[in-house]
């Protein structure tokens, strides 16, 4: 188990080191520094001197060095605008992203598993089929299409749900302030929250459905059948935990996948998260928010990468992880 | 009143635009405690006997007409819910490969706890109690620790034996054994099958023992089923099948055996292959393989005669035999 640990993070501590690489060479390229410092108006000769005393004529390495050693102590450069350290900026803006992805995410466990499950167990009922055809749309329907049919339909015509922004808050530590506590908050991140999940939700409901029918063909079901066992028993013991465990992996990926999905869905919504604020640095050139935010979103999909293949190995009796570290 | 009374079976499979025929009147009687071998080449509809019995045939097949009276109830016409609570109580089935046969998420204690939970009211502390003392019989070590146990955690022969163990939990009238063990290695077959004989003998429990092995099924049964193309050609007591076997099919079987060739000569195979479904000829199906074919054998489908001590179905049982007196008396 230990060695397992060790050899993940080792895993995880690569692809970081490749994500920081990505960072460094986009912020040595997009922009330039001293315009921002010092304007338009300074000779060229000061602008030289000012880059010695910058670093910016060092060698690549010397200065991805000490981009990477300023990273690890959590200083990711300072932003244009905020005039604040890009880390922080982030930082205030993570927890209503993150909030955005947990609903989405509660929403998509919720709904795709019970309605894979059915579809695989009556897969010629009539709404077997409608789902089926639904989903196929779903997966082609752009996430900005869904948001603003949603903001359209459920805000302007019939007024159930606020459009935009994360109503009223409560603040718990720290920069995290929480949707979840107040109803104002609730009717806040609702639609935001479905437009987010549907995007993977045909996706999650296609993939389950296919593992279960499978696993429903399999030896041990039709043994399980031949010992009379009940059969909601078969569905939801039998088959979906084998279902489920290919799934866990697959899931991971997606979640991860989701914080980067927040761009647009934050834009839509003017949901004050991250993906809302890297768009406006975009927009802004404001290159170190921009690579802060491509190394905090980084570690955010490696981290949860890691998590899900040590809970997929603690779930599935037949890995051992303390073999797989060897 | 028999066990088991098989009456004119047919399974059909649906096909996309017609249906093809995979048994073909299907009759035969299963005392209390009887041992019962059906034996055929690969394809001969033997699995699918076993399937329909435990009425769990997979779409697309279903029992197209027939009577499959199990204790005085006719499986063929019960609810899924009545034939729930026959299944694994009354009549258990043992698999072909215990390497895919049991879950591989559940321990090996849940697997036997809610075989007993789904026919009795009992609490898990008393089904566990239950599960061991099985465990047991079928001469496990350490029974108690095994329930915490995965599958892959245990050898082949192993989850055989655990198999065995779940077929007996609830005491059932009737087994029906699948080639229970072709996937095992052949160090542990003749364990595996005598422990099955012996566990059959002292719980007077019925077996039904599907295989392709001619030896297997001398072992272990009275009677004999020989399967062809999804038809009984020949049917009778074991030691008599074996002996004197009446149908050419069945001869050729036994010809087949090691046994039967001297070291370093060629099997004597039956030449041919078996029909497939959709391809079954009009009148005997063996006939395009038998050496004794006549012209009404490829015409006429031969009825089921009673012959000296068996039952067979073929037209020239009578010239065989007395070509057999010829030879002996020669
Ligand atoms: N789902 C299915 N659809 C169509 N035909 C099938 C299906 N399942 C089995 N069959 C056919 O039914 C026939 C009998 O199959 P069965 O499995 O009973 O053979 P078997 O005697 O058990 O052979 P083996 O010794 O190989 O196990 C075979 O010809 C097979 O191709
Ligand atoms: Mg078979």
Redo the contacts between chains.
Sequence with gaps: MFAYLVKRVFQAIAVMFVISLIGFAIQDNLGDPLRELVGQSVSEEVRQELRDELGLNDSFVTQYLRFAGNALQGDLGTSYFFKEPALDVILKKLPATMELVFGATIIIIGLSIPVGVYTAIYPNTILSRLVMGISIIGISVPVFLTAILMIFVFSVEYGWFPSYGRGDLVHVFGPWETNFATVDGWMHIMLPSIALASIMLPLFVRLIRAEMMEVLQSEYVKYAKAKGIRPWRIYFVHALKNTLLPVITVGGVQIGTMVAYTILTETVFQWPGMGFMFLEAVNRVDTPLIVAYLIVVGFIFVVTNTIVDLIYGLVNPTVNLARMGA | MSLLSVRDLCVKFAMRDNTVTALNQISFDLAKGERLGIVGESGAGKSITGFAL?N?L?RPGFVDSGNILFQGDDIAQMS?AQM??????RM??I?Q?PM????????IGQQMV??LM??RKLSKSEAEQIAIVKLREVYIPSPAERLKQ?P?ELSGGMRQRIIIA?ALLLDPQLIIADEPTTALDVTIQADIMELLLELCETNKVGLILITHDLGVVSQMTERTLVMYAGRIIEAGRTREIINDPQHPYTQGLINALPQQTAPGQRLKQIPGNMPSLTAIPSGCPFAPRCEYVQDHCRTDAPETVKYTHVEVACHEVNRLHSDKAEEMTR
């Design positions: 435990m769990l997979s899924d729930r609570r026959i299944r694994g109580n258990a089935m698999f490969d895919v046969t049991l879950n591989p998420v559940l321990t809610e075989t789904a026919h995965y892959h779940i």
